[in-house]
């Protein structure tokens, strides 16, 4: 077997979930795999208790306010990491020689400009932010075309997916795409009964640890919604072609099924670490820390439909991805504008969906045709979605 060769790796969105995930597999592997940027938003204590471990070449805290902290936190820990600050210094680094790989695990359409800037530079992209795909799904792909870039998802459905279609002679005898979904902490609720849900039960997700942004998602279905319009993005499949299946034990991650009749599966436990080892070491394979799966104690594999009535958000990323041109990047912002308002408990649950339907009937769907066109439907969705909230 040939060796693993060796990678530079910047993480953004280091004090995150992904990122903690991402740092765990790297350390498992010292002899190939270094973390050489560590990136973070505002938590500057974190960042620097991540920088006395992994000691990266480079430091960047998104949060210019925080950039004197970072500067003597770091000389205080007699590191020679050096300090960066700012959206820009997020994009330099991601460009530059210091990484040869991107784990882009930054949360919200805040990781578009880093992920791109990785994308244009050819970087191998381990691609966590889906809110970017969402936002800006065709410019993305096009541009790592362009560069050569390897675009790895680490989204476990897509993931899955990615691992299932090896090679091209494998995507064209595909026929249908079925992404698998927890149903989250509400699963068998009616709507009736969602009403009150506060955040702490929003987050609770029986399955997997994740950020508090992705585990309302995971709650209203919004996630699946948004893996829908990833998928569309990264495997270039019609809205037809793509099915959500509601499998509550988490262990089948997706299927996709052949002309031929076969369908092919990834299982595994739910350990995101996992789907990054396979972005750090793919086509190899290298240890990750998540042991094999037992399926004689897990016992049973089952399958329900999604309820759209009590869920429907997942019928808000369909519709979007069937309007197409700005339509996806104004569910996207309407919804991270309504799952900040529900987390700090300035409107109920239910609301999510209402807010973001709300937004998209307000604001009809335009081509997409430039960043700048997105940038400014994002932007639109936001002040209208923020005036509903207030
Ligand atoms: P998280 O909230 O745990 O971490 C988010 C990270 O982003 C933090 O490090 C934070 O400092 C950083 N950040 C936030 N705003 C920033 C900004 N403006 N500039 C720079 N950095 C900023 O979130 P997470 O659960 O790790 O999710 C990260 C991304 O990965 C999301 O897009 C999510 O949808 C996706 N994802 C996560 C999981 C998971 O298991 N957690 C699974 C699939 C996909
Ligand atoms: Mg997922």
Not at 261 to 274: E, W, Y
């Amino acid at each position: 077997m040939s060796q693993l060769p060796a990678r530079n790796i910047a993480v953004f969105g280091a004090t995150g979930s992904i990122g903690a995930s991402a740092l765990d597999v790297i350390a498992r592997h010292p002899d190939r795999l270094r973390a050489t940027v560590l990136a973070a938003g505002s938590k500057v204590d974190a960042l620097l208790a991540l920088c006395r471990t992994h000691r990266p070449l480079h430091a960047v805290i998104a949060d210019a306010t925080q950039f004197d902290a970072l500067r003597t936190g770091l000389r205080d820990a007699g590191l020679d990491t050096q300090p960066h600050a700012g959206e820009q210094a997020l994009e330099d680094l991601a460009a530059s020689a210091h990484c040869d790989t991107v784990v882009a695990a930054i949360v919200g359409a805040a990781g578009l400009p880093s992920t791109l800037a990785a994308a244009k530079a050819g970087k191998r992209l381990l691609l966590a932010n889906k809110e970017s795909l969402v936002l800006a799904g065709e410019l993305l792909m096009q541009t790592a075309h362009d560069s050569g870039a390897v675009i790895v998802p680490i989204d476990s459905e897509h993931n899955a997916i990615f691992q299932c279609l090896p090679d091209a002679h494998a995507h064209a005898g595909l026929k249908r795409i079925v992404l698998t979904a927890s149903g989250g902490p509400f699963r068998g609720r009616h709507r009736a009964e969602l009403g009150s849900v506060t955040p702490e039960q929003a987050i609770a997700h029986p399955k997997w640890s994740m950020g508090p942004k992705i585990s309302v998602d995971s709650a209203t279905l919004m996630n699946k919604g948004l893996e829908v319009i990833e998928a569309h993005h990264l495997f270039g499949a019609p809205r037809e072609s793509i099915d959500v299946l509601v499998h509550p034990q988490s262990l089948v991650h997706s299927l996709v099924e052949f002309v031929d009749g076969s369908t092919l599966a990834q299982l595994g436990l739910p350990d995101m670490r996992t789907a990054l080892a396979v972005g750090f070491a793919w086509p190899q394979r290298i240890a990750s820390g998540v042991q094999g799966l037992d399926l004689l104690q897990h016992g049973r594999l089952d399958f329900e439909a999604p309820d759209l009535d009590a869920f429907p958000c997942l019928r808000l990323a369909f519709e979007a991805l069937q309007a197409g041109g700005t339509a996806p990047a104004m569910l996207n912002a309407a919804n991270e504008v309504a799952v900040s308002a529900f987390l700090q408990r300035r409107i109920a649950f239910l609301s999510i969906p209402a807010l973001v339907e709300a937004t998209l009937d307000a604001l009809p769907a335009t081509a997409a045709n430039s960043l700048d066109v997105l940038r400014e439907a994002d932007a639109a969705a936001r002040r209208h979605a923020s005036a509903a909230v207030a």
